[in-house]
């Protein structure tokens, strides 16, 4: 699937701030199923110094500082991006979860991708004893690691409820998982303990999660938001699959990886620093549309920039 | 033979009773009830003294602490506490040859660190080659990712390590902790040190104790070197404020090392490197000594909740622009899970064998030492991995697998099997004990002394000392100073003799380069003075306003017209000590407004003056900050409803002449560089900008009588009208008096004048060939002011004033201080 995305978050300080530093991972980054033919960043007003790098975890950031007084400030990233689909997979033939966990613990890699990064309590996702024990309810001895996963995968989706709004960055984990709702990025947190307590690799992944209208309506420009979902580490052979407890399904062709970490902290869209005494007001949009790939063998086809 | 047979009856009483805990070390006494002979010179010279004498002596000791301000804050019921230091009287005493052992294994261990350090934090061949299992370092919270492969910018990781180490049963010394983060301790083991020479000069001298003062010397030299150009190095400490427990520590390594003292909202940080903010403009920082826990050190790559960070600190570090001490990340050799380790790591990274053992500790990530920690839990202490608490599940002091049910110790062992990975498990230890003074006899107490080292450009140097902490109880398995516990000296025995009093520690004052700077003001520090300024005139204006309500100064009680009450209680409103609301009972308008609960209250000002003054402790007299302490105390205390309205008008005299001690304090001990300048200018600015308020309360809508004489006795110009005048209080001359006389102290000119003073003795006052904007504003209002008629002064005139007054204060803010503290932005939320 090809597409063409379209991210913009509006900042507004409130008051003019004269100084304001930021750190982006708005660019997709590339994974064994994702190609990035063009990813751009745009700012208004221009910053006065724009640096790229590459975090730790091999996600694209970008730090942008501004020496000026500003009251606004616009980051529009544009990027076209094409994704495989899952190939199938038979649950029943992944390796048992107990294998997983031993496989993590005597790792001898540190390795930014190696399972041994993500069995470990992180900044926002610390073990949970109660989800933990929830978890270990699907997880009886010798499973399949896929098809528990699955199951689990299922289970926050019928018993959690998206609910935008009752829950923000700093609500605790276990008063997410107490009253059973919150949105994509909570159920993400939740899977992430419950597989971590059990000694499992969970990874955290934010991107984008094209969607389509509802039958007979035409699509919104801009209803689409930023999503999160889970990878687990299965094993040497299957290596990590992404599972996203929101819509209950594998993440497939239709998510867009944007940045790869152990919960939201390491994968924050902005992370930054202002002076200024206002009161922030913030808008996001998101806009994913699918566009036709183009025609391979014709020479100057990939009229693509080359990603950045 | 008895160790008493020929020993002096008044040694023998001294120790009488003293019974050591069977199974356990003693540094005084042996387990045949014997004592150590390297002990008997202090005892006898302290029988020899006597017990009067010896109490005498250690409350001057314990005066000393108190007077030189060595405290120990505690945060309890929501306050800071200052609790007196606790210092245990004695010395532990050390013979040379034992302290050798020690201080070689304490040495060995830095040297060993910053191998260690050097691989985990560097390529990790130690991973890589499967020495160490990769989860030691991903699964410990001071692996700092962002500084994974960065080479600190000196190439080292270590430049003070300290080790808490006590004795084993057998009296070999075993190491309890490693302190690799930030360690603590150094500076109050020097007061301890000096409180205890001072008690005991005869002994100290007798015994050639081993001096610390060059070790601190020596600590200075290797941050020095550290900072690396030719020039002066410029060091800085960054504490994490006030409140923090240790940071009278901090103020005292600072002040006796000659490094400056920064808060995290002193510095920015970027990849150009990292400076402070002063009232001159930025300065650049070569050495940082951190007292923060790295995850604290940077808001943008780190913890985005930390208040106590520089933000772009990291990145400074990466681009190898500054050097932090120790660097950020040394706090991963701390973690329990590695002291299993160490013994095999000590022959393979500096081919030697380890000194100093560890109490015997199995990381259970590793099955085979996860079976020997499930089947033996019950003698043994399980403790998290990583020394960090792990929610609900175990405390970072761990938990004795004696005191678990046996069915919590199977619960215990369901989670090692899952995640063994999170735990460790340790023989319990006991600490040994040493003697310490309790109401004029010997007792034995469990002790652990922290040992020091620093890198110094001779290599390492191990402090012949060392800050000593006992346990009140004789059971104990962790010391803490906020649980109780006293503090105490360690005494090296020196081969040499005539050791000097240690109270000279610090360089020979008379060695010492004459200076008169005070170093450059950072601008937090300058903007709070200039804020404490401002409060506190602004709370005596409020003060002075309402002792208005209580009749007319000299001529006695006077019934207070409707009239009057009504422009007083308008100016309060307006000062926002009030609300409109409040009745025109002069004695409620009063009560109101010195402890109403609204923002321009007095006693919500002399509040503002505590908390920007608390900022700036260290440059007001102690005297000074005591009188605030008392005023805010008084203040806050409700005052007794059947003595109003007496009580309320006496309380607000009392408050006055505080604030008058107050200020004259300040004028009198403040020294007269950039710090006395900017608080000056604050109670200059609001005094004028208070008189001008005043000037229009009492003229508006028409001249009456009482309300010009209330504007005299503000600007204290009555007895000077009198003299001056024959006639009663007329509007003219009244308003040349209040604002326009520059030999009126209390006049706005006079404020004016003495505002440009400030300015232009500022050394930032240019800017270029140009004078920074707030001179140029208060030299304009100062012509305006010289050049002016009274005549012409009417409301709109005054209010001109008032607005130019309020934008040279802005303009003093935006050309010497921060830009306000920044602020996290908003997270975005998927």
């Known amino acids: ?308 | 033979m008895r160790w008493s047979d020929g020993v002096d009856p008044a040694l023998a009483d001294l120790v009488a009773g003293y019974r050591t805990i069977p199974g356990v070390h003693d540094e005084l006494m042996d387990a045949d009830g014997r004592l150590r002979p390297h002990w008997l010179p202090l005892l006898s010279r302290l029988s020899r003294i006597g017990r009067p004498e010896i109490e005498q002596r250690f409350a001057g000791a314990d005066r000393y602490l108190r007077e030189s301000g060595v405290v120990f804050r505690s945060y309890e019921e929501d306050q800071d506490v200052d609790r007196p230091w606790p210092l245990a009287h004695l010395p532990i005493v050390l013979d040379a040859a034992d302290w050798a052992v020690l201080a070689r294994g304490v040495e060995q261990r830095a040297r060993l660190f910053e191998a260690l350090l050097a691989d985990l934090m560097g390529h990790s061949a130690l991973v890589e080659g499967g020495v160490l299992p990769a989860a030691l370092v991903a699964g410990n919270p001071e692996f700092l990712r962002p500084l994974a492969g960065v080479a600190p910018a000196d190439g080292h990781f270590l430049h003070l390590y300290a080790a808490d180490v006590t004795r084993a049963p057998d009296g070999r010394w075993w190491v309890l902790t490693d302190r690799t983060q930030a360690p603590s301790g150094a500076g109050y083991a020097i007061e301890n040190r000096i409180a205890l020479s001072r008690a005991l000069p005869e002994s100290f001298e007798d015994l050639a104790v081993e001096r610390l003062g060059p070790f601190f010397q020596a600590l200075r030299g290797g941050l020095a070197r550290a900072a690396g150009g030719p020039d002066e190095p410029r060091i800085a400490l960054l504490t994490p404020g006030s409140r923090n427990e240790t940071y009278f520590e901090h103020a005292f390594l600072a002040r006796c090392l000659g490094f400056q003292l920064v808060e995290a909202g002193d510095l920015v940080a970027s990849e150009t490197g990292v400076a402070v903010r002063t009232v001159e403009g930025l300065e650049r920082i070569d050495v940082l000594i951190r007292r923060i826990d790295a995850d604290f050190a940077d808001p943008l790559e780190l913890n985005p909740a930390s208040h106590l960070g520089v933000p772009g600190l990291v990145e400074a570090v990466r681009a190898g622009r500054v050097v932090v001490a120790n660097a950020l990340g040394s706090g991963l050799v701390e973690a329990p899970a590695l002291t299993g380790y160490l013994p095999m790591l000590a022959r393979r990274l500096i081919d030697e064998d380890l000194i100093l053992p560890n109490v015997a500790t199995w990381w259970c990530g590793e099955p085979p030492a996860r079976e020997i920690v499930i089947r033996e839990l019950e003698r043994l202490t399980l403790a998290p991995a990583f020394g960090r608490t792990l929610p609900g599940i175990l405390d970072s002091a761990g938990v004795l697998g004696a005191r678990l049910t046996p069915s919590e110790r199977q619960r215990y062992a369901l989670k090692l099997s899952r995640r063994g990975i999170d735990f460790v498990g340790r023989e319990p230890l006991r600490l040994s004990t040493a003697p310490v003074w309790d109401k004029g006899r010997l007792i034995p107490r469990p002790f652990a002394i922290r040992v020091f080292v620093a890198r110094t450009p001779d290599g390492w140097r191990v402090m012949p000392g060392g800050l000593a902490r006992f346990a009140e109880r004789e059971d104990v398995r962790l010391l803490s100073m906020q649980r109780g516990g006293r503090s105490g000296d360690v005494w090296v025995l020196g081969a040499r003799s005539g050791a000097r009093s240690e109270a000279r520690l610090l360089p020979e004052p008379d060695k010492a380069e004459i200076r008169r700077d005070n170093g450059i003001l950072p601008s937090r520090a300058a903007d709070n003075l200039f804020w404490f300024g401002r409060y506190l005139e602004r709370a005596e204006t409020t003060l002075r306003l309402l002792r208005g309500l209580d009749g007319h100064g000299d001529d006695g009680v006077v019934e207070i017209s409707r009239d009057l009450t009504h422009r007083i209680a308008l100016l309060l409103a307006k000062g926002g000590a009030i609300d409109d609301e409040v009745a025109d009972d002069a004695v409620s308008l009063a009560e109101a407004a010195a402890w109403g609960p609204l923002s321009g209250s007095a006693v919500r000002l002399v509040g503002e003056a505590h908390r920007t003054g608390s900022i700036v402790r260290d440059r007001l007299s102690p005297d000074a900050w005591r009188a605030l302490g008392d005023l805010r105390d008084r203040l806050s205390r409700r005052i007794d409803p059947l003595g109003r309205p007496y009580q309320v008008f006496a309380e607000i005299e009392t408050a006055l002449r505080t604030i008058a001690a107050i200020v004259g304090l300040a004028q009198e001990t403040m020294n007269r560089r950039d710090g006395w300048h900017f608080f000056d200018l604050g109670r200059r600015i609001e005094r004028a900008i208070g008189l001008a308020r005043s000037a229009r309360g009492f003229t508006e809508g028409g001249t009456d009588v009482d309300a010009l004489d209330m504007l005299l006795d503000l600007a204290d110009g009555r007895v000077t009208y009198r003299t001056r005048y024959l006639s009663g209080s007329a509007r003219r001359p009244v308003l040349d008096l209040v604002l326009l006389d520059e030999a009126n102290p209390r006049a706005v000119a006079f404020q004016v004048v003495r505002i440009v003073d400030h300015l232009a003795t500022l050394a930032g006052h240019r800017q270029g060939d140009l004078l920074e904007p707030a001179e140029r504003l208060a030299r304009k209002l100062a012509t305006r002011l010289e050049t002016d008629d009274p005549a012409e002064f009417d409301d709109a005139r005054i209010r001109a004033v008032e607005l130019d007054l309020m934008a040279i204060s802005d303009a003093v803010s935006a050309h010497y201080f921060t830009h306000g503290s920044p602020l996290p932005i908003d997270a975005t939320r998927p």
């Open chain 1, 1 to 308: 699937m090809r597409f063409d995305v379209t991210h913009l978050t509006v900042y507004d300080w409130g008051a003019p701030a004269p100084v304001a530093d930021c750190r982006l991972r708005l660019s997709p980054i590339e994974r064994r199923r994702q190609k990035v033919h063009l990813s751009r960043l745009a700012f208004d007003p221009e910053p006065d110094h724009v640096v790229d790098e590459v975090d730790w975890f091999g996600n694209h950031v970008t730090r942008i500082a501004f020496r000026a007084p500003h009251s606004r400030l616009t980051l529009r990233s544009t990027a076209t991006v094409t994704v495989e689909p899952m190939p199938a997979l038979d649950p029943r033939l992944s390796p048992p979860w107990e294998e997983i966990a031993a496989h993590a613990a005597l790792s001898r890699s540190l390795a930014p991708d190696d399972p041994v990064q993500f069995v470990f309590p992180s900044r926002l996702v610390g073990l949970t004893p109660a989800v933990t024990r929830w978890t270990a309810e699907v997880f009886p001895p010798g499973r399949p690691i896929l098809e528990a996963v699955l199951a689990l995968n299922t289970r926050i989706h019928a018993e959690f409820r998206y609910a935008p709004g009752v829950t923000d960055v700093a609500t605790p984990l276990a008063r997410v998982f107490e009253e059973k709702r919150g949105v994509c990025q909570d159920f993400a947190h939740v899977m992430i303990a419950g597989l971590r307590g059990l000694g499992l690799p969970a990874a955290y992944v934010g991107g984008y999660l094209r969607t389509l209208p509802p039958p007979g309506r035409p699509r919104l420009e801009g209803a689409d938001a930023m999503h999160a979902w889970v990878e687990v580490w299965c094993g040497p052979s299957l290596g990590w699959i992404g599972f996203d407890p929101t819509n209950a399904i594998l993440a497939s062709d239709d998510h867009i990886v944007v940045a790869f970490g152990r919960d939201y902290a390491d994968t924050a869209p902005v992370i930054g620093i202002l002076s200024s005494s206002g009161e922030q007001g913030l808008a996001v949009s998101v806009d994913v549309v699918e566009v036709p790939a183009p025609i391979t063998g014709l020479a100057g086809a990939e009229f693509a920039a080359p990603p950045a």
